[in-house]
T-cell receptor, first 115, second 114 residues
Framework: DAGVIQSPRHEVTEMGQEVTLRCKPISGHNSLFWYRQTMMRGLELLIYFNNNVPIDDSGMPEDRFSAKMPNASFSTLKIQPSEPRDSAVYFC?????????????FGSGTRLTVV | KQEVTQIPAALSVPEGENLVLNCSFTDSAIYNLQWFRQDPGKGLTSLLLIQSSQREQTSGRLNASLDKSSGRSTLYIAASQPGDSATYLCAPNHGSGNTGKLIFGQGTTLQVKP
């Protein structure tokens, strides 16, 4: 099992450009989460999906951010247009629930720098 | 809105000490609570999960307790080692039985000196 796979690992882009972050969850996990981590605000939940359906996007900072999960094995987080304040590490996580047992696995993150 | 506070923000101890990390949360209507570890530049690794009906959970040298009514959890690390140096994050789960969202504290950064 390769775990949760995120790409790219690092992204440097100019202000105003479109950025797309990608995530492949663990096969069999039915929930997927996008988090953003900064020194000032810590880990913030942006959006999460259950069975490919967006459940809670209240953490998405503004309309410039959008997320999709077209199937159980792929999700994207898009920022258009990007701004310097979007610079952060973006984590994807997937989880399952079987009875009372949970599994929660994070990817290694994408470090985004907007200049 | 759930707010999670972790105290202390940073901790430096000599190897071999037992230590306690504290977590408090404002909304006690949680389904469970997890403790994670994050190494610099890395993702998060789940350490322990405590169900809301449980009082504590143990894994090796780690013991996590939960007092849901008072909104508190502690992570106890016995006989600390330099390899324990990392940031420890507490995250209550408001999933109402589903794999719901975790709300994270700012973490406690631990340094264990040899």
């Amino acid at each position: 099992d390769a775990g949760v796979i995120q790409s790219p690992r690092h992204e440097v882009t100019e202000m105003g450009q479109e950025v797309t972050l990608r995530c492949k969850p663990i096969s069999g996990h039915n929930s997927l989460f996008w988090y953003r981590q900064t020194m000032m605000r810590g880990l913030e939940l942006l959006i999460y999906f259950n069975n490919n359906v967006p459940i809670d996007d209240s953490g998405m900072p503004e309309d410039r951010f959008s997320a999709k999960m077209p199937n159980a094995s792929f999700s994207t987080l898009k920022i258009q247009p990007s701004e310097p304040r979007d610079s952060a590490v973006y984590f994807c996580a997937s989880s399952f629930r079987q009875g009372l047992v949970y599994g929660y696995t994070f990817g290694s993150g994408t470090r985004l720098t907007v200049v | 809105k759930q707010e999670v506070t972790q105290i202390p923000a940073a901790l430096s101890v000599p190897e071999g000490e037992n230590l306690v990390l504290n977590c408090s949360f404002t909304d006690s209507a949680i389904y469970n609570l997890q403790w994670f570890r994050q190494d610099p530049g890395k993702g998060l690794t789940s350490l322990l999960l405590i169900q809301s009906s449980q009082r504590e959970q143990t894994s090796g040298r780690l013991n996590a307790s939960l007092d849901k009514s008072s909104g508190r959890s502690t992570l106890y690390i016995a006989a600390s080692q330099p390899g324990d140096s990392a940031t420890y994050l507490c995250a209550p789960n408001h999933g109402s039985g589903n794999t719901g969202k975790l709300i994270f504290g700012q973490g406690t950064t631990l340094q264990v000196k040899p």
